[in-house]
């Protein structure tokens, strides 16, 4: 079992840049593929990122490609998300996301209790 937290969310420009931290409970952590997801009000839950175990596979969803960047500390037990470029549309709570196994995309196994990221002039 690992308990993920989540940092860093607020409000940001359109255009500004916002990064997330999410630190886990457990050095497990270091083994896990770990991304991140985010939900809007009225929207489905939706993939935004994952990372590897040791960074090897990195994944992103089309909408944040190019904008976002998904990174780990597996010595602090930290998954990061950097966002550039924002968008009103990016606007959701943000869930850190950890799963047992390799790949960056299917079920997770473990979620943060999430953070609000607005963007808004």
């Known amino acids: 079992q690992v308990q993920l937290v989540e940092s860093g969310g607020g409000l940001v420009q359109p255009g500004g840049s916002l990064t997330l931290s999410c630190v886990a409970s457990e050095s497990t952590f270091k083994t896990y593929t770990t991304g991140w997801f985010r939900q809007a009000p009225g929207k489905e839950r939706e993939f935004v990122a994952a990372i590897s175990r040791s960074s090897g596979n990195i994944d992103y969803a089309d909408s944040v490609k190019g904008r976002f960047t998904v990174s780990r500390d597996n010595a602090k037990n930290a998954v990061y998300l950097q966002m550039n470029s924002l968008k009103p549309e990016d606007t959701a709570v943000y869930y850190c996301?950890?799963?047992?196994?390799?790949?960056?995309?299917?079920?997770?196994?473990?979620w943060g209790q999430g953070i609000q990221v607005t963007v808004s002039s």
């Open positions: 996301t950890a799963r047992i196994g390799s790949a960056t995309r299917g079920g997770y196994d473990y």
